[in-house]
């Protein structure tokens, strides 16, 4: 290391890399410290810094929740929707201008909950859009209600003795609609998540990308795991096995969490597919 | 390409019109989910728009149509929905996102009879409230009534016409007698018929403002990938479109979305009159319903008594200075509409005490006859 350190005034006066992307304007975000949601939002922009050549031509897309705040923070056309709609909303976006990048960025209980029926169509038609859900358990903006992905027995303000019902497999419900790519990480891989990310931008089709992240404040506290204990078992639980078939992957994050891509496959986008069966003659 | 203006002579259904209206209005995208009696409306579309450069798509529920719509709003395109009452109910959160982003777009519902599943086959005008107020918060909103099939084509080219300038969800409240029966229509050439669209912003795109408002309270609107870098959310938002959690911005906010109507409404509201100068009676309807009246007018005069209609083209802002005028002149009001008082409640509340005001309703599924109106009328004057 060169030079003396840096005196905290100076560092909040510093650019951040990411400034060129951000709504600065808006910062300090509404996350809480120890939340994973900016990582998994970071990552997102590396890879849409990456991958995209003209900004002009993307737009971020978000419902409601924690998650759902990352459009608000992107300089770039951004879209913060109402509860569960996202997708469709992204979807007309993308059918009117085929021509933009179009990413929705959203939690669990929105996309999965709320949404689910128009993330599982959304992929039946092969929408060529990229999902990206910021899987942290439970409904953190509300304060830490049960979500259709909170674990079997895990404790929030609506399951105070353990939750009796079993969690989606989010890849695959992805895959068994037809998503062209999915994958999974965790905010601890960010260099796979944005790698991957950047792969998903850039495939046509409807891409699936489920970032596991700590939410400390609400998830965390009521199950005894501190954010940094969620990211200890992110670095001990987790296996890399890319090809993995989604339905061998564990449910039980206790147990072990599979990342990788599990699905990179090609059939036509709905918008080609439109053209081609529609616009005869 | 195919024409989008079928210019000639037509014998269509009133769905099918309002389908012919919005390809004239230059409508290039229509998210769709079936429902009776709507249909025709979605499949008119489905088979019309590839050929005219546009797209249909059926999306999964009414949610979703109502949200694809706004999404392809955004995008800078033209875009229109059709539904009746249960899918009505469920577009109702989008239509608040759609009028506190000020996103213009179409969404017809052809009316048919409940509470819940109902009449799907059978006409009524009971939706008239949900119309104004379904949405949760306090808002304004435009809403058009067809009466025949020649209107529904009109209508619909208005609806677009109105949702452009204003920056406004637009309703055909259309009904099923409207809309599954069939007449005759004039579609006028490309040339004739005027369109208006959305004010698009001018100037460095690093300082657009999606909310400051023009002169007429309305906002140019930019659309996504043209560089603007907007942000857009259904959270109060200040001029920027930034999300201001404020009391004051609050108020800002609702100022401006409330008086870009309620400053305009000489602009927005049509009405048209039928024997309503010397009238004593003033007969109030809309949609099919004022056919029913029209019929009821001339039978009355037959019989001396000196009725007269106001027929409301849109329905809402309501014509409320108008009733206002009236009341101080006639002996009383009637409207007819089928449903048990809705817009009624309306004319009662503009008389304001000066004039007596009647309902000739029904509870769905079928037309008034102008006997009722006639019954009424001897009855009540
Ligand atoms: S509530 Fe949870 S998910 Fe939401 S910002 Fe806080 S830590 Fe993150």
């Known amino acids: ?281 | 390409m195919k024409p989008s203006v079928l210019t000639g002579e037509h014998y269509m259904t009133g769905d099918e019109a309002c389908a012919e209206g919005a390809l004239a209005a230059g409508c290039k995208f229509f998210g769709g989910y079936p429902i009776t009696p709507a249909t025709e409306i979605a499949e008119r579309m489905a088979a019309r728009l590839p050929g005219v450069g546009g797209t249909f798509i059926q999306m999964e529920d009414e949610i979703a149509a109502i949200a694809s719509i706004l999404g392809a709003s955004w995008a800078g395109v033209k875009s229109m929905t059709a539904t009746s009452g249960p899918g009505f109910s469920l577009m109702m959160e989008n239509i608040g996102l759609g009028i506190v982003t000020e996103t213009p777009c179409v969404i017809a519902n052809v009316q048919r009879g409940g509470p819940s599943t109902g009449l799907p086959t059978m006409g009524a005008q009971a939706d008239m409230m949900q119309a104004r107020w379904g949405s949760h918060g306090h808002y304004e909103i435009i809403a058009l009534a067809p009466a025949s099939v020649q209107e529904a084509f009109y209508q619909t080219i208005t609806a677009f016409n109105l949702s452009e300038k204003y920056r406004v969800p637009v309703l055909i409240m259309a009904d099923e007698i409207v809309g599954h029966m069939s007449e005759k229509v004039r579609i006028p050439e490309a040339k004739e018929i005027e369109l208006i669209s959305r004010l698009t912003p001018s100037g460095r795109k690093d300082r657009h403002k999606p909310y400051a408002a023009g002169p007429n309270g309305v906002a140019p609107m930019g659309a996504a990938g043209q560089g603007y870098h907007m942000h857009i959310t259904g959270l109060t938002h200040d001029e920027k479109g930034y999300p201001a959690m404020s009391v004051d911005a609050h108020a800002e906010m609702m100022d401006r979305l409330m008086n870009k109507i309620r400053n305009n409404l000489d602009d927005i509201i049509i009405t048209e009159e039928y024997l309503l100068d010397d009238a004593d009676i003033a007969i109030v309807s809309y949609g099919v319903s004022a056919r029913t009246s029209l019929a009821a007018v001339d039978e009355a005069r037959r019989m001396g008594i000196k009725a007269g209609l106001l027929k409301l083209v849109t329905v809402w802002p309501f014509p409320e200075e108008k009733i206002r005028q009236l009341a101080e002149k006639v002996k009383g009001f009637v409207t007819v509409e089928i449903n048990l008082g809705q817009i009624h409640l309306e004319v009662q509340r503009c008389a304001g005490g000066k004039a007596p005001a009647y309902l000739v309703g029904h509870p769905g599924g079928t037309i008034i006859s102008p006997d009722r109106v006639i019954a009424m009328l001897q009855e009540a004057f």
């Open chain 1, 1 to 281: 290391m060169t030079g003396k350190p840096k005196k905290a005034a100076e560092i909040n006066q510093m650019a951040h890399p990411l400034d060129d992307l951000l709504r600065t304007d808006r910062i300090p975000h509404i996350w809480c410290p120890g939340c994973g949601i900016g990582t998994a939002f970071s990552a997102c922009l590396n890879a849409i810094k990456a991958s995209c050549e003209d900004l002009d031509k993307v737009a971020m897309v978000s419902g409601i929740g924690c998650s759902g705040r990352g459009a608000g923070y992107i300089k770039l056309d951004s879209f913060h929707t109402t509860h569960g709609r996202a997708i469709p909303f992204a979807t007309g976006l993308k059918l009117g201008n085929p021509e933009l990048n179009v990413i929705v960025f959203s939690g669990d209980g929105d996309l999965f909950a709320i949404g689910g029926n128009h993330f599982i169509h959304a992929a039946r038609r092969n929408m060529d859009i990229t999902v990206i859900c910021v899987n942290n358990l439970n409904y953190g903006m509300t304060g830490g209600q049960a979500a259709a992905t909170t674990p079997y027995n895990a404790k929030t303000t609506t399951t105070p003795v353990g939750n009796p019902e079993s969690p989606f497999n989010l890849p695959l419900m992805a895959y068994a609609s037809g998503a062209t790519y999915v994958a999974r990480w965790t905010i601890l891989h960010a260099r796979d998540l944005t790698l991957s990310i950047q792969e998903a931008i850039n495939k046509k089709g409807f891409s699936f990308i489920e970032v596991l992240s700590p939410c400390p404040i609400n998830y965390g506290r009521r199950n005894k795991e501190k954010s940094l204990d969620t990211l200890k078992a992110y670095q001990d639980k987790s296996i890399i096995k890319n090809n993995a078939h989604p339905a061998d992957l564990e449910t039980d994050f206790s147990k072990s969490i599979v990342l990788g891509k599990f699905v990179d496959t090609d059939r036509l986008t709905c918008i080609e597919s439109y053209d081609k069966t529609c616009r005869l003659g």
